[in-house]
């Protein structure tokens, strides 16, 4: 038994020795004691490709990890008939202990629920494991901090891991192998492994090892005939003591406790194999690097007298344009230099972050390349098809969770069927137990608040059978699910329920179909996702029966268990090809001799690596254990004094080129500054120029030649380029060229064309032809009021909602216009209830008022959107909200009525060809006509001296008033125009012609008033009517504001005018004489046709209204559709000018 150290600094050949002397060794004897190479986990599989290389093949040499090594000695040994729980297992057996032990836990009731939490469980408890802390450790500590105030979350989060800790132990008793005890047990079975005794193993590729690590060495010592240990470290300094912030600190470190380990276990320590060849071999041709790698950390050293090629220094405008210029680098390297792919390297102290982007970009440049990361699968359709499944039996067959299942695509139902099933869904607002009936679906009678019924046609019917084979082709194997699971308890029976719901299914049919498709559209990478989906869904049921198998669980709870495990599933990819960039992170990959190395993210606070405090411990909390005798990993300190050893690694991985970049700005376009290996590295080399890499080619010939590489993404960089030139800019020739080779090349003219037309893109709608518009309006154009301030607001809008008929899918809930239907509905009931009693509406008390309120909503309740006010709980409380606030409404119209002469002549009156009068007919250009239909709230008649007055009013469930500019420009023109109806046919609606009294605004609310101080109930009373006070305009006559308010004294709190003490009206009181209104009224007659016409002749431009802060496209849903965009061309507001009210009034005195 021997032990050999092999040291050298980076590049001098610790692995290529190894892998030497184990080639060696299997050409002079294929057979003999094992030759085993020990390597961190994600480097075996380029470790043994390493080995394989220039032989046969070989029966004697293996690499394997250290977890690798114990499962071959535990199969060889024994100690494997225990059942082994994978990490997938303990999480999920951490998570079922969470849930049974939440009352006695202090700190983690808290935490459990948060996402990710369990993870940061199951690494803490194998750092425990790991480091070999024992209850026996931990209850002293707990005791002792629990006596300081100052340290009580740090006993409660120890007292909790304690007490968990314990009941896992207790779980798994001797029936089950803890994956975090595997390496102990490797440790304890090494001395009867035929296959580790007497062989030789090589260790290399890590830095330091774990104390669980350290034990299996100790017996690996005292077993094998020979054990080498390759380290990264100077030998030159190997009897010099090391500062803790030295760069070669943590490999010293490791050197030392293995030399104690070697003289407690009596092992002979050979004389190390030094490698101190100067420069490196690695670095022979590039003596920039090899300078580099000699002297980063050696602040004393001076700049270097080489030159530094072989180093680009590079700064980016942002991070896109720093991959983007590695992309077309690495196309240079193998276009002009004969490199291979797999002769590059791309590395990062983080690749999560970056992943997409790199994805993205390398993409589109056609780079072949393998990111070495454990995929999470959380986003994969099974896993969101098993999370939706059991969601929707415990929570009772939502809408999320059904169609999150449905539209999975793993469902026996065709996406288009699950559309046509959703519409249906959200119309009817179906859930719960509706899709577990077993008999069909019926076609809903749509009451409406008209009291009329709606009765299915064919059509309907035939969409109703169509729905209900959808529903039952995708409820059934769920029906089946709901019933077994229901009628389980163990874990065991859920189990088997929720893999029989699968395999019914045919899950793994069409996950093999898609890995097929995905490979033969050169999707490898995803190819393999969707095979290793399932067998680490198997797995995790697997786990699942063996740790859990027999126990009793709610269902809820056995959803959280298997959400822990699907949290946990991560995929391990095996790269797709042989010829490919490899991109890795400093920490996990250990990357094979490359030529070019591209390190990336070189920003502060990124390499080196600043920690965020994640995990059950914070750093000053792992200081304080280890004040107190429990020993964790290194806290942050530590942590970043190993950040030097991976910048060491960093600049060190290539032998001929290397690239270092960093970003000026993040993706939101915040600052970011260079990292502190940037300016050490201009410090050594001064001359070294530093590279800047825009966004988009500059303008510079031999720059924007650096962007012509790749044919997909020179056409961007192209468009980019033609706009400017289409902007009155200058473009370089090479452009030119550019476009012509483009547009020459068959498999691109397409997208060239498409791409380019981008460019003249205006987002304008050109006029429709004449004959089509009539097509589709008519003639006469029937409309409304509204429509044409539809129209008014953004014509394109008015075409999508009126032409071409297009709406929002329904969904079953209650909307604001739901509302203001339901308190018209009731308000016309109770006006003509009042109306028609034999006592004086004026003299009803306010019980008598909440009683005819209250009868109006009861009638009117059931026929709100199929009854949708008694659906619910959440809406049967919305109802009495609502009727509270018709109850308030019905009072203050009872005031109206008791301090004014005006009576209601009609309610809901409406125009149309059909309607209580005629609709409003305007003759417009040519043989045109267009018919105007509506409906009138309320119109209010009183007779004074020998004339009739009469007043609209609107019912709004928000405050609205006039606005004189928004009637100007067409916005608001439906109360003025109902006036205008009324008053044409007044010898219809009383037998002689009337006057104008004014148009009104009336607030539908139950309001909210705030005071400084306390208010009597009279007081309140008076606030109230305050605020809904009547908004609009009023003859300007102080005796018909009289006719509205017979108590008025100053100004009104029922409509919006005021009496000075001498009879005339307050000059801010909302009137108009009778010559305004009947200019405003032929006005409005203008603007109607102006709008008839404009819709007629085709005009549908997009161009929304803008006034002050409103615009039409604050509520539009058509957004999506129009994509109107101020910054693109042609895309303008119709901005409403700031004119003064005597600047419009003279305009529309015009008509008078």
Known sequence: MSLRFILGRAGTGKTYTCLEEIRNKLKRSPDGPF???????????????????????????????????????????????????????????????????????????????????????ADIVREIKQYGITGSQLLPAITFLSKDKGQQLLAGKLSDLNLLCTRLEEHLG????????????????????????????????????????????????QVAGKVNIALCLDSRTIGESLEENDYFYPTRETLNKLEAIAVKTGTHVEPPLTLDDCPPPRFHHVPAIAYLEENFFRPESGPARESAAGIKLVAAANRRAEVEGVAREIIHLCRE???????????????????????????????????????EAGHHPLVEL?????????????????????????????????????????????????WTDSADWEYRRCY????????????????????????????????????????????????????????????????????????????????????????????????????LGDERIDLKDYLKIVEAGLESIRLGLIPPGLDQVLVASLDRSRNPDVRACFVLDVNDSILPARFDPKGVFTDPEREYLESVGIT?????????????????????????????????????????????????????????????????????????????????????????????????????????????????????????????????????????????SLSLYGNPLRTSISRCERYYACPFAHFLAHGLKLKERPVYTLQRPDMGEFYHACLKLFVQSASGEEQDWSKMSREQCAQLADR?????????RNEILLSSARYRYLATRLRKTVERAAWTLSTHARRSLFRPLAVELSFAPRGQLSALTLPLAGEWTMELSGRVDRVDIATFETNDYLRVIDYKSSPT??????????LQLQLLTYLDVVLSSARRLTGRDALPAGVLYFTVADPVITAPKALTPPEAEKEIMKKLKMKGLILAEPDVVRLMDNEISGYSDLVPAGLKKDGSLYSNSSVVDLQQLTALRRYLRKSLVSAGEKILTGAVEIKPYRYRNHTACRYCSFEPVCLFDPLISGNNYHSITGLSTEEIWAKISCFA
């Not at 029936?175 to 062989?199: E, F, H, Q």
């Open 386 to 434: 098993i999370r939706a499944a059991l969601e929707i039996v415990t929570a009772g067959w939502n809408y999320d969770s059904v169609f999150r299942y449905l539209k999975t695509d793993l469902a026996p139902v065709e996406r288009e069927d699950v559309d046509t099933l959703e519409n249906y869904v959200l119309a009817h607002g179906i859930k719960g137990s509706r």
């Open 632 to 772: 964790l990993a290194p806290a942050g300190r530590r942590r970043l004094f190993n950040e030097q050893f991976l910048v060491y690694i960093a600049l060190t991985r290539c032998s001929e080129y290397l690239w270092l970049s960093y970003s000026l700005a993040d993706e939101e376009g915040r600052a970011l500054m260079p990292s502190p290996v940037i300016q050490r590295v201009k410090k050594i080399f001064p001359d070294l120029k530093e590279i800047y890499l825009p966004i988009y080619p500059p303008g510079n010939r031999d720059q924007d030649l650096q962007f012509i590489v790749n044919a997909q993404r020179v056409l961007a960089y192209l468009v980019s380029q033609l706009r400017e030139f289409k902007n009155e800019g200058a473009i370089l020739p090479l452009w030119w060229s550019v476009y012509d080779w483009l547009v020459q090349q068959p498999d691109l003219q397409d997208r060239c064309r498409r791409i380019l037309a981008g460019l003249f893109y205006t987002n304008q709608e050109p006029p429709l032809p004449a004959d089509l």
């Open 961 to 970: 008033g006039l606005n004189l500019a928004e009637i100007y420009y067409g």
């Open 856 to 864: 109006a909503v009861e009638n009117v309740a059931p026929l709100l």
């Open 35 to 121: 030759l085993i190479f020990l390597a961190p986990e994600q480097a075996t599989f380029q470790t043994e490709r390493a080995l394989v290389s220039g032989l046969q093949g070989m029966i004697r040499a293996q690499a394997l990890s250290f977890r690798r090594l114990a499962w071959h000695v535990l199969h060889e040994a024994g100690g494997i008939a225990r059942v082994h729980i994978s990490e997938l297992g303990k999480q999920m057996l951490l998570r079922k202990l969470l849930i049974t032990h939440r009352e006695q836990l202090k700190v983690f009731h808290r935490t459990a629920v948060h996402p990710g939490f369990i993870q940061y469980l």
């Open 337 to 375: 230099k004969s490199y291979r792919w797999r002769d590059i390297s791309v590395v990062l102290r983080q690749v999560d972050t970056s992943r997409t982007l790199i994805s993205t970009v390398f993409d589109d440049y056609g780079i072949p390349f393998f990111i070495d990361i454990r995929r």
């Open 448 to 547: 409406t608040l008209s009291g009329q019924e709606e009765i299915p046609g064919v059509p309907e019917v035939e969409k109703l059978a169509l729905i209900n084979r959808i529903r039952q082709a995708a409820t059934r194997h769920l029906i089946e699910f709901q019933k077994k699971a229901q009628c389980s308890l163990k874990v065991r029976e859920l189990t088997s329920a929720l893999f029989e719901l699968l395999i019914n299914l045919d899950v793994p049919g069409q996950l093999e179909k898609w890995s097929e498709q995905a490979r033969a559209g050169g999707g490898l990478e995803t190819a393999q996702e969707h095979v290793q989906i399932w067998s680490a869904v198997v797995e995790l049921f697997d786990q699942l029966v063996e740790s």
């Open 174 to 221: 001797g029936r089950y192998i803890d994956p975090d005890d595997y390496l102990d047990l490797l440790a304890g079975r090494l001395p009867a492994s035929g296959t580790v005794r007497g062989s030789e193993i090589w260790i290399d590729g890590f830095a330091g090892f774990t104390p669980q690590e350290y034990k299996v060495i100790e017996q690996i010592m």
